[in-house]
């Protein structure tokens, strides 16, 4: 990632150097853990959190003493926020992030579509957020630093990983030495290139997209409100696209298309890219003086691991899969392996877990990859469309889009949301004939709808499983004390939340007054009733727990 060569640093973010001492290991420590994760980006960092939210530690190593180098991925959806309330680490990043909610494409000069992605006054959170990913990774470091549980080692590489008798064996080089650490559990979140990957001689299958895009990221002040601006065969790169995003920090984001005969060292040379954001910038109608940030060269991949699970070994992140950046899946989708990942793996070390919750990662996890695969990879072939007849369609879309509502509806990129698990052996599937209204079916993650009080669903959510009963009157104290009981019994903590009719957050569960639903930790539904049955929630209880046979 280059920047412009009188530029050594970043012309608005101090990175933070990270320091570690000694491994333990280097001086008489046993070396065996519960739990490792190899790598402190985003995604390693949001496991070691959801891993501490549950009482369990972990040891983090990553190779480098900072958080990464330049903006990466900007655009945050609204279920990775609900992520980072339940880690603590939503007030830092709201206090710092852009929220938006709109966008407008162009054909040639003129717009022809205006995106408003829906957002009503019952949400706590804008569905999108702009901010640099260095942030987010600072963030969730000085969250996982607070915790006490997370032992970040800086500068600490994994070299080499063999599996012996249920365990994964580490070669770690480090500042003070090479050390080796046993691990019971080994949470690959090392990134596109991952060591642990090819030290197990795993390889990513997929796809690979033709185009190739500049992403530049310049300092410019301009009042334009924060929303996502798309261009195609704009004035500015004739034939090809254009995106815009403000981010803090007056950081604009520029990500343009190379045209397939244009030669990529040639694009990328600094001369080069400031001919081409010039005639952008002047393209926007912005006539304030700009400086450039940094720049790098992207190309789309739709690319995943066949298992995401190889015994010990649990993979997340750019790990497990490569998802085109179109849509705004790559960080939200990994974000999102580590909020499942965590919540299972710290009941599988305090012994809460049959032997199935660790096997529902690759089907609920490599699920949601290849849904994201479907979404991202119409985007990008919109974007960047691979035959002549794909580009006739896709034109002849954009010069109907201004004029005619159905063309309009085919250039509507679908909101990055939350995976469903209602395929997930972990999930209770409703009882035939059980009409519900409305609202989250099993398996979908519960909207954070506006409670009474003016406090927001997932605030009333317990740190494990939650029953949320519905309907005027709270659930008796016979019914509490018999659930206080089952869950006793299956060893977790079960949080009862009653929600009288007519809250926003009632109404939008669709369940009815009698009703009850069970949320999971990373809160899924796992089940949904017309009435509440103990033994039923047992049932379901032991379920999402994987002690049920297949
Ligand atoms: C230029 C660019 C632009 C992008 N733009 C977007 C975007 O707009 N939207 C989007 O959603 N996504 C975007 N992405 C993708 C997004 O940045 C990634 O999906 C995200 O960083 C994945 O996080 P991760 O934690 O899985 O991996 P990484 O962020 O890559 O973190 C992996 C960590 O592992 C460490 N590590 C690696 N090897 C070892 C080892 N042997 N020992 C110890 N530590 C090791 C690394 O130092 C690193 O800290 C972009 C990526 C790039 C490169």
């Known amino acids: 990632m280059p920047r412009p060569h009188d530029q050594a640093q970043s ?3 101090d990175s933070p150097r990270y320091a570690s001492g000694p491994a333990p290991e280097l001086v008489g420590g046993t070396g065996r853990h519960a739990v490792v994760i190899v790598g402190a980006g985003p995604v390693g960092l ?50 710092k992030a852009l929220p938006w909610t709109d966008g407008t494409s162009y054909y040639r000069e003129q717009p022809v579509y205006r995106l408003r992605m ?17 942030y987010i990774e600072q963030y969730l470091v000085e969250a996982a630093q607070a915790t006490g549980l997370v032992d970040l080692r800086w500068g600490h590489a994994l070299d080499t990983l063999r599996l012996a008798d249920d365990m994964a064996v580490l070669e770690v080089d480090s500042p003070e030495g090479r050390y080796r650490l046993h691990a019971e559990h080994l949470v690959a979140a090392d990134g596109a290139r991952s060591r642990v990957r090819h030290q197990l ?14 992403i530049v990221d310049v300092r410019m002040r301009s009042d334009y409100p924060t929303e996502r601006r798309a261009f195609f065969d704009p004035v500015a790169n004739r034939g090809a696209t254009v995106l815009v995003h403000k981010q803090p920090d007056d950081i604009w984001r520029i990500d343009y298309q190379l045209r397939d005969d244009e030669d990529e060292q040639d694009a990328l040379a600094e001369r080069e890219i400031r001919a081409r954001v010039g005639a952008i910038v002047a393209m926007l109608g912005e006539r304030a003086p700009w400086e ?34 179109f849509g705004v899946r790559g960080l939200n989708s990994g974000l999102a392996d580590a909020a499942d990942l965590g919540w299972k793996l710290a009941m599988h070390v305090r012994g809460r877990a049959g032997p199935r919750l660790l096997d529902s990662y690759t089907p609920e996890r490599r699920g949601a990859t290849l849904d994201v695969f479907a979404q991202a990879g119409r985007s990008t072939r919109f974007m960047t469309p691979p035959t002549r007849g794909e580009r006739l369609v896709r034109d002849a879309v954009l010069s109907l889009a201004a ?24 999930t209770t599937a409703d009882d035939e ?67 009288p009719a007519g809250t926003p957050a009632a109404s939008r569960c669709g369940v009815g007054a009698g009703g009850v639903l069970l949320v999971r930790p990373d ?9 509440l049955d103990v033994a039923r929630v047992s049932e379901a209880l032991d379920r999402v727990l994987g002690r049920m046979p297949a």
């Open 292 to 325: 450039l940030e940094w720049w790098s060269l992207y190309k789309a991949y739709t690319l995943c691991l066949d298992e995401y699970r190889h015994g010990p070994v649990l993979f997340a992140g750019d790990a497990a899969h490569l998802v085109p950046i």
């Open 118 to 134: 829906p957002h009503g006054p019952d949400e706590r959170y804008y569905p999108m957020y702009n901010l640099q990913q260095q």
């Open 201 to 214: 001689g795993l390889k990513l299958a997929g796809a690979a997209y033709e185009g190739r895009y500049v």
């Open 11 to 13: 012309l608005y973010y």
């Open 403 to 426: 004029g005619h509502a159905c063309a309009r509806r085919l250039l509507d990129p679908r909101q990055s949301q939350p995976y469903s698990y209602a395929a997930s052996p972990l």
């Open 433 to 499: 004939g059980s009409a519900f209204d409305d609202g989250p079916r099993p398996g979908m993650a519960l909207a954070n709808a506006r409670l009474d009080d003016g406090a927001f669903l997932l605030d009333g959510l317990g740190r494990e499983f939650t029953l949320l009963a519905f309907g005027d009157a709270a659930p008796r104290d016979a019914d509490r004390a018999a659930l206080a009981s089952a869950a006793e019994s299956t060893g977790v903590d079960l949080e009862i939340l009653h929600l």
């Open 46 to 95: 949001c496991a070691a959190l959801t891993l501490a939210h549950h009482r369990v530690p972990s040891v983090v190593l990553d190779a480098k003493t900072s958080v990464g180098e330049g903006s990466r991925a900007i655009c945050i959806a609204r279920h990775s926020v609900e992520i980072f309330q339940q880690l603590g680490v939503a007030g830092r990043f709201l206090g």
């Open 523 to 531: 809160r899924h539904v796992c089940a949904r009733w017309r009435h």
